[in-house]
């Protein structure tokens, strides 16, 4: 298996654009899991999802963020509008169980 | 808060030499975790530890579990040069063993 996948790996946008980061978790995995971390904060969960369906976004900063997973193999991380303090690594991870997790290799974005 | 706090911060070490990072966490957990993470990848998990064990080794990894001082060690044998990174210890939120919280992390650095 490829592994968890994410795009972009870099995103660089000036402030009030919206932004999408994607992820496709490990095939077979029924968790998927959205991180942020920062040299500040660490890192944060923000949300996720089982079979599909959101369990837990209590970690989303504000409206501005939303997530999606239309099916087992996709999910989206969407900010809109973006702001200078969403600067940060983004994280997606899947895990097949309540346990270990896999980390795809992040998007580093970078609002100006 | 975060639940599980990482000791010390940041270390530096010969190859060679054994590396001991500490953790320590505040409520009831049933499993803890470590992971690695190299600079600019995501993190890998590299060890469980549930709570009715004591020690575990996985390689040149050992993780001891102490729930009466709600606390965990990883100790790396043998360092090498590639175990640079940063290490983080994570437990699962109460109530919710989906979701993982984790430390803000050691950053060892191992001089070749």
């Known amino acids: 298996d490829a592994g968890v996948i994410q795009s972009p790996r870099h995103e660089v946008t000036e402030m009030g654009q919206e932004v999408t980061l994607r992820c496709k978790p490990i095939s077979g995995h029924d968790y998927l899991f959205w991180y942020r971390q920062t040299m500040m904060r660490g890192l944060e969960l923000l949300i996720y999802?089982?079979?599909?369906?959101?369990?837990?976004d209590s970690g989303m900063p504000e409206d501005r963020f939303s997530a999606k997973m239309p099916n087992a193999s996709f999910s989206t991380l969407k900010i809109q509008p973006s702001e200078p303090r969403d600067s940060a690594v983004y994280f997606c991870?899947?895990?097949?169980?309540?346990?270990?997790?896999?980390f795809g290799p992040g998007t580093r974005l970078t609002v100006t | 808060s975060q639940q599980g706090e990482e000791d010390p911060q940041a270390l530096s070490i010969q190859e060679g030499e054994n590396a001991t990072m500490n953790c320590s966490y505040k409520?009831?957990?049933?499993?803890l975790q470590w992971y690695r993470q190299n600079s600019g990848r995501g993190l890998v998990h590299l060890i469980l530890?549930?709570?009715?064990?004591r020690e575990k080794h996985s390689g040149r990894l050992r993780v001891t579990l102490d729930t009466s001082k709600k606390s965990s060690s990883l100790l790396i044998t043998a360092s090498r040069a590639a175990d640079t990174a940063s290490y983080f210890c994570a437990t699962p939120y109460t109530g919710a063993n989906s979701k993982l919280t984790f430390g803000k992390g050691i950053t060892l650095s191992v001089r070749p």
């Open positions: 999802f089982n079979n599909n369906v959101p369990i837990d």
């Open positions: 530890i549930r709570s009715n064990e």
């Open positions: 409520t009831s957990i049933n499993n």
């Open positions: 991870a899947s895990s097949s169980t309540s346990a270990e997790q896999y």
